[in-house]
């Protein structure tokens, strides 16, 4: 697919790994944001072993149980303190980010991969997924995605079946971490071919390896389909089979393009690379944003759904800057990586931080609200779900002040203003 060359070292996974620090440092500081304290809540029900019975049974998050249960290990650790779940999913992103490097690393060279990792780090389009800690499951999703696409892809080289029953565990525990993790068999598909060559489509033995991995995603929607009066998704309208996905989804990649991968794609384009990169990348995230692109709340894929699709846009990255590399003097080849960390890194310091304060406030204030008020607090008006509200003021002030919470008025969805009417005597 692209460019070879001498392997990443210990250091270009050193420098991933501080790219991410650099890119999300900031927001260590901040605090829970709305389900971020839905997802604490659950975890707590759910998360413990002796719990997980009750979790099987759950048709909806049975599917995200990978999430429930390290939250529920986080919380047990170090109680409702924002700072270490923000710290274990910043790690889970540089983890993220250095198997973007091990996976590119064979196809396209150590240079590439490296830049398509660094890219990945700090790449603003997918930091909802990062900074909102209750966007876990598309972390663990990611984590346990890659992990079975290097199984896989070690089996097709050396054909041992341990490589194979690595790759399909990881895919179980995808499946326990996200429902989208139902294109990961596409992708192991896209990969194949993209080692083997196209060619190897019409292979019996990449098929025979495959039809396990497709078989199981019949059976993990029906056993959701089943219980879908108990599903919450195919009862609050966020999901519809009539949604226009032919329409989500070019228009989610376009989206995910701008600007970076139309700017590596004219870099290609300019030396003349080989288109494969390319037909790989957009394939890859029209897979990936598949399952997504039935959503009915936006007219594209939301930032954070958008973490599996960013390997894609980090493959264009990285050959881009592997053809800089080579034509042009390092120097500006340097000077453009750096210019790109920093308008990422700078878009997440600055404007979206503010918009992760904006959407912390309300949910702070209520928790003082309820902390230093004597008597019943009633909401008049909140911009979040009811259900938000109560998690809030239990996760962090306990059940004994969760009794002083009225939200039998007014909880809205709709942005209205912050407001709190004290009951009158």
């Known amino acids: 697919m692209g460019m070879r060359g001498s392997g990443p070292g210990v250091a270009a996974y050193l420098l991933v790994a501080v790219l991410c620090v650099l890119a999300y440092a900031p927001s260590l500081r901040l605090p829970f944001i709305s389900d971020d304290y839905i997802q604490i809540e659950l975890a707590r029900e759910y998360g413990a072993p002796g719990s997980w019975g009750k979790l099987a049974a759950d048709p909806l998050y049975r599917c995200r149980a990978t999430s429930l249960v390290a939250t529920w290990a986080t919380d047990r650790l170090f109680g409702a303190e924002p700072l270490p779940f923000r710290l274990s999913s910043l790690i889970l992103h540089a983890a ?28 603003q389009g997918h930091q909802e997924a990062v900074i909102w800690y209750a966007a876990l499951p598309e972390l663990l999703l990611f984590f ?13 080289d050396r054909g041992r079946r341990t490589d194979w029953l690595i790759a399909a565990g990881m895919f179980v525990l995808a499946l326990l971490s996200k429902e989208s993790a139902a294109v990961l068999p596409a992708l192991l598909a896209l990969t194949g071919a993209g080692q083997l060559g196209w060619k190897s489509l019409a292979s019996r033995r990449l098929w025979i390896g495959l039809a396990p991995f497709f078989l199981v995603v019949p059976v993990y929607f029906v056993a959701a389909w089943l219980h879908r ?16 996905f032919w329409i989500v989804i070019p228009r989610s990649i376009l989206r995910l393009l701008w600007i970076a ?23 890859w995230m029209a897979l990936a944003l598949g399952p997504y692109s039935f959503l009915t709340y936006m ?19 990285g050959s881009a800057f592997a053809t800089l590399w080579e034509f042009v003097p390092r120097r500006l080849a340097i000077a453009a990586a750096c210019a790109a960390i920093l308008l990422n890194c700078g878009y997440v310091w600055t404007r979206k931080h503010r918009q992760y304060l904006d959407r912390a406030a309300p949910t702070e204030r209520l928790v003082r609200l309820v902390q230093e008020s004597p008597e019943p607090v009633s909401l008049a008006c909140f911009p979040y779900s009811q259900a938000v509200a109560e998690a809030t003021v239990l996760v962090r002030l306990g059940a004994d002040l969760r009794r002083r919470l009225n939200t039998a008025a007014d909880v809205s969805r709709d942005g209205s203003p912050f407001c709190f009417d004290p009951p009158r005597r």
């Open 299 to 317: 007219p594209h894929v939301p930032s954070r759904h958008t973490y599996l699709a960013a390997a894609g846009l980090a493959l264009l990255a």
């Open 229 to 244: 009066h108990e599903h919450l998704h195919f009862s609050d309208g966020t999901f519809s089979f009539g949604a226009p």
């Open 261 to 283: 991968g139309v700017a590596a794609i004219a870099v290609l384009a300019w030396r003349r690379r080989p288109w494969a990169p390319v037909g790989f990348a957009l394939a």
């Open 96 to 123: 993220n980010s250095s198997l973007v490097v091990v996976l590119l690393a064979q196809p396209l060279g150590g240079v590439a991969a490296t830049a398509a990792g660094a890219f990945f780090a700090v790449h």
């Open 144 to 156: 346990f995605g890659l992990l079975m696409l290097l199984g896989w892809r070690r089996w097709l």
